[in-house]
């Protein structure tokens, strides 16, 4: 039986978009005692004495909202208001069936919770913002970065390139780090640091942005990155690269954009893809909320994007690491892929978990030594 009511949250925060992540975690916190997830909230009214500042349709408050709540974000109705904000949120308490199992034995509850990897983490926003501050002072100490160069007409179609410092000898090889998120949140502005490692080992490197969920399906984000590639395999004699020693990797959501590339006949010039903490069987998530957000509807749409079900192309090195203190499933989708691929076992990095397993790529550490000898590896031409 479902029925709604009304939660009312407040945030003083001064800046909008700070005032918004901070109304939806209080809100987020309010529901959970009830068992609610993101997925519950119907509507919402946002009151402020400057309401347009707090348009969903701005950029830094549409990545505020999805830094709390992924992509669930429903219809919002702005009114002017008192200072700061006031958010009344309509819930429908209805609740999953906690009895039958959905997939493996799981209940659709616990099915919710194995992929639950922000659980893991108790203040999981001051992990983004430091992300975001170290990215914006990484991004200010690089003496010509190329920011926000466009690879496509879509919307957010667009990257920051990277160029490591001194003189060049030649083209410079490239690595992509494509950001995570779950298809639904963050981008580029809080993983630029991430670079600093292959950047210092005389990489160029690039960081895209794709359209995020439920304003695209799956299908067109993962053809945004494919296209993203295309661009920069084309323009690289231009952009002083070489199209022969082109690299790419991931984190979670990204870890599987970077494995669908490594499987995918139209980027067969990537030479290299390292999927960290990725999803790569696609089933589970068709079986839960995010489905209606991802546009996973059918068995031949969850098939065509679970890298787990196509083919690794044969140039293309690949390499999987995962944190060894991550959530179960997500240890075990990154064990099969590398299984059914016939990689290397995969790295389990360890004291890591499904956030912190990439700091590494900034700081150092077993993962970015990875990342640099599978870069520097090809498979012979067959």
């Not at 009312?8 to 901070?22: F, H, L």
Request: charged share 20%; net charge negative; glycine share 8%.
């Amino acid at each position: 039986m479902s029925e709604t009511i009304e939660i009312v949250v407040r945030s003083a925060a001064p800046q909008a978009e700070r005032a918004v992540n901070d109304a939806m975690l209080q809100l987020l916190a309010r529901m959970a005692p009830l068992g609610l997830p993101p997925a519950a909230i119907a509507a919402m009214t946002w009151e402020a004495e400057n309401p347009a500042a707090f348009d969903p349709g701005r950029r830094v408050i549409d990545i505020a909202v999805r830094d709390a709540i992924a992509g669930f974000l429903p219809r919002v109705t702005l009114r002017p208001g008192p200072p700061g904000l006031t958010v009344t949120a309509t819930i429908d308490t209805q609740r999953p069936d906690t009895t039958r199992p959905a997939w493996r034995g799981f209940s659709a509850p616990d099915l919710a919770r194995a992929y639950a990897a922000r659980s893991q983490v108790p203040d999981l926003q001051a992990v983004f913002e430091a992300w975001r501050a170290r990215t914006a002072a990484f991004t200010a100490s690089q003496t010509h970065p190329a920011l926000d160069v466009v690879y496509g007409p879509g919307p957010n179609e667009t990257l920051d390139l990277f160029y490591p410092a001194g003189p060049r000898s030649g083209p410079l090889p490239l690595w992509v780090f494509i950001h995570g998120g779950f298809w639904q949140a963050m981008d580029k502005n809080l993983h630029g640091h991430f670079a600093a490692g292959m950047l210092a080992a005389g990489f160029a490197v690039a960081v895209p942005n794709y359209e995020l969920a439920p304003a695209i399906d799956l299908a067109g984000i993962v053809d945004q990155m494919r296209r993203c590639m295309a661009f920069l395999h084309g323009r690289a004699a231009s952009f002083g690269l070489d199209p022969e020693a082109i690299h790419v990797s991931g984190h979670s959501a990204g870890g599987h954009l970077a494995a669908m590339l490594a499987s995918d006949p139209r980027t067969g010039f990537v030479r290299s893809a390292l999927p960290i903490s990725g999803l790569f069987d696609l089933e589970p998530m068709s079986l839960l909320p995010m489905r209606r957000l991802l546009g996973l509807d059918t068995p031949r749409i969850v098939a065509e994007l679970s890298p787990t079900r196509r083919a690794l192309l044969a140039r293309c090195a690949v390499e999987i690491a995962v944190g060894a203190g991550e959530l179960p499933e997500f240890i075990r989708q990154s064990d099969e892929i590398a299984m059914i691929w016939g990689c290397p076992a995969a790295h389990h990095v360890p004291g890591k978990h499904h956030f912190d397993v990439v700091d590494e790529l900034a700081d150092g550490g077993p993962l970015l030594d990875q990342a640099l000898r599978l870069a520097g590896t090809r498979r012979p031409t067959t």
